[in-house]
């Protein structure tokens, strides 16, 4: 299966903006959807941002919608998020996942439909 490894995290002032990347390595990232998610302690972990296999469909919170754009490069095997206006209530340890899957424009809005996680990269906005 893929492993997953996320980078671009760290310290931003409110309003500011920061890139996250996950480089997948392993057989078919393509035939993986994908998603981006986050965690605070005592608090469960987040949904942010999915994308289909062929990066056609994708799904945001509404906490981040309109501000956080999830996009994949399937030759590159990397997904990425670009987060922008970040907010101190963005603040957390962002997670990547994958979810091997037979359709190509399916969009996971769960959590419980990913197995595979990264270790995860801190954001840390402040105000």
């Known amino acids: 299966q893929v492993q997953l490894v996320e980078s671009g995290g760290g310290l931003v002032q409110d309003g500011g903006s920061l890139r996250l990347s996950c480089a997948a390595s392993?057989?078919?990232?393509?035939?993986?959807?994908m998603g981006w998610f986050r965690e605070v302690p005592d608090q469960e972990r987040e949904l942010v941002a999915t994308?289909?296999?062929?990066?056609?469909?994708?799904y945001y919170s509404n906490s981040v919608k309109g501000r956080f754009l999830i996009s994949r490069n399937n030759a590159k095997n990397t997904v990425s998020l670009q987060m922008n206006s970040l907010k101190p209530e963005d603040t957390a340890v962002y997670y990547c996942a994958a979810r091997l899957i037979y359709s190509s424009d399916y969009v996971c809005k769960n959590s419980y439909e990913f197995n595979i996680w990264g270790q995860g990269t801190q954001v840390t906005v402040s105000s």
């Open positions: 994308i289909s296999r062929n990066g056609g469909n994708t």
């Open positions: 392993g057989p078919n990232f393509s035939l993986h959807a």
